[in-house]
């Protein structure tokens, strides 16, 4: 089969909303590389938008897998349980930044993590106001959508949204917007929208993701953190891109010092897998009635498995050092082209959770064309690359952890080459 002529079939047989970036086809993939249906190899710095942390088919993830096939695929948790389940939540409350005593509830997808994180924020304190940011990602579903901050392609003929849903600036330098700005206008935000006494919740990624890999300044969560403390509002950290090594640490927020109330996880928790996690303290997690919390497929036992060999793998790997180490020398490579690429405005990012901005040399307005451009000619050369960002214009690196040193060497040889003119 060729690439053409699976195209053609592809647009007769799905609709254009579900969008696709290549016009090749995926046969077979391995750690970092993925093969077409015609045989060429590409290096993947796109990682399934993530997800895979620990590379395409890592063997200890296929073998937990494949013993969990043997034993049974599927009862519904809520109907009949099992100790899988209950030992990765053990597991999981261990593992987040946030001290005391935790539980964790098992979903499907990111978006599901993020509606169920404010159900339980609701519940927990009876309001019904939700505060999200300007940039900010947070699913395609209905209230995803609404909690997201960029109406281009997400929003666009979808709405009316969900009521009670209110966005404030993010901080960003390029943005213009400081972490004192930021926090002015989420204090503006109460005289003119929305009494906080009625907000349940403030979601923040700790990077954003689609919003351009904009790290949140320390000043800004600690901010954020006083507010919620004098409000009784509840913190939540969405950590579905940037959760399970990708920043250099195993949750983003470990890079700061203060804790969420909440945590939502998803994408490389499982390996591919699908399988989504909300986790925080007890006494907001128990808030929800029994049956107000689950779905069918939540917390499946095959992708279970699977995001038990992830925790094992990122520990003994030790794939927390290897993002820190990967992603400096990404940094440092990009820093090093930047006065022959005078179009890269912004080189910023936290561990290997890296992006490069680019904007019109002449004006400084964000140039979408120049990051296109340069996606175009890393894939021609066997490189996968994401855009991302309010207006396009930056690139993001997700490459998998796991990635073989040779081979990463080889990928920043490409792309010096695609951002040099």
């Known amino acids: 089969m060729k690439n053409i002529e699976l195209n053609q079939r592809r647009s007769l047989a799905t609709p254009r909303g579900v969008g696709v970036m290549c016009d090749f086809y995926a046969e077979r993939a391995e750690n970092a590389t993925l093969w077409d249906v015609e045989g060429r190899a590409y290096t993947d710095f796109a990682a399934g938008i993530a997800v895979l942390n620990t590379g395409h088919r890592h063997p200890r993830v296929m073998q937990a897998i494949a013993a969990q096939l043997e034993r049974f695929t599927h009862t519904a948790y809520q109907v009949v349980p099992y100790q899988s389940y209950v030992s990765l939540a053990e597991r999981i409350n261990a593992l987040v930044p946030i001290t005391g005593l935790n539980k964790t509830a098992l979903f499907t997808t990111g978006a599901e993590a993020v509606e169920n994180a404010i159900k339980i924020a609701r519940a927990h304190t009876g309001r019904p106001g939700v505060i999200a940011f300007a940039g900010g990602f947070h699913g395609r579903t209905l209230l995803g959508?609404?909690?997201?901050?960029?109406?281009?392609?997400?929003?666009?003929?979808?709405?009316?949204?969900?009521?009670?849903?209110?966005?404030?600036?993010?901080?960003?330098?390029?943005?213009?917007?400081?972490?004192?700005?930021?926090?002015?206008?989420?204090?503006?935000?109460?005289?003119?929208?929305?009494?906080?006494?009625?907000?349940?919740?403030?979601?923040?990624?700790?990077?954003?993701?689609?919003?351009?890999?904009?790290?949140?300044?320390?000043?800004?969560?600690r901010g954020l953190r006083a507010v919620c403390d004098r409000h009784g509002i509840v913190l939540i950290a969405d950590e579905v891109q940037t959760g399970f090594g990708r920043t250099g640490k195993l949750f983003a927020m470990s890079h700061h010092d203060v804790q969420p109330d909440l945590i939502t996880m998803a994408k490389s928790l499982a390996g591919g897998m699908?399988?989504?996690?909300?986790?925080?303290?007890?006494?907001?997690?128990?808030?929800?009635?029994?049956?107000?919390?689950?779905?069918?497929?939540?917390?499946?036992?095959?992708?279970?498995?699977?995001?038990?060999?992830?925790?094992?793998?990122?520990?003994?790997?030790?794939?927390?050092?290897?993002?820190?180490?990967?992603?400096?020398?990404?940094?440092?490579?990009?820093?090093?082209?930047?006065?022959?690429?005078?179009?890269?405005?912004?080189?910023?990012?936290?561990?290997?959770?890296?992006?490069?901005?680019?904007?019109?040399?002449?004006?400084?307005?964000?140039?979408?064309?120049?990051?296109?451009?340069?996606?175009?000619?890393?894939?021609?050369?066997?490189?996968?690359?994401?855009?991302?960002?309010?207006?396009?214009?930056?690139?993001?690196?997700?490459?998998?952890?796991?990635?073989?040193?040779?081979?990463?060497?080889?990928?920043?040889?490409?792309?010096?080459?695609?951002?040099?003119?």
């Open 145 to 221: 959508m609404a909690l997201t901050g960029k109406v281009v392609p997400y929003k666009v003929g979808f709405g009316p949204f969900p009521s009670d849903i209110f966005h404030a600036p993010f901080p960003g330098a390029l943005n213009g917007v400081s972490t004192e700005q930021a926090l002015q206008a989420l204090e503006m935000l109460f005289k003119t929208d929305i009494d906080p006494q009625r907000v349940a919740a403030i979601i923040v990624e700790p990077v954003q993701g689609e919003g351009g890999f904009q790290p949140a300044p320390a000043d800004f969560m």
């Open 274 to 421: 699908p399988l989504s996690a909300v986790c925080g303290r007890a006494e907001i997690m128990d808030a929800p009635l029994p049956g107000g919390l689950g779905g069918t497929y939540a917390g499946n036992p095959l992708a279970v498995a699977a995001a038990h060999a992830v925790i094992d793998t990122i520990a003994d790997e030790q794939l927390c050092e290897r993002a820190a180490q990967l992603g400096a020398q990404l940094q440092a490579h990009l820093e090093a082209l930047q006065p022959q690429c005078p179009a890269m405005a912004e080189v910023r990012g936290l561990g290997s959770m890296i992006a490069a901005e680019f904007v019109d040399p002449a004006t400084g307005a964000p140039s979408a064309e120049h990051a296109k451009r340069v996606q175009t000619r890393a894939m021609e050369a066997g490189l996968i690359l994401l855009t991302c960002g309010t207006y396009g214009n930056v690139i993001r690196f997700l490459y998998p952890l796991t990635i073989p040193q040779a081979q990463f060497d080889a990928a920043l040889a490409v792309l010096g080459k695609a951002l040099i003119d």
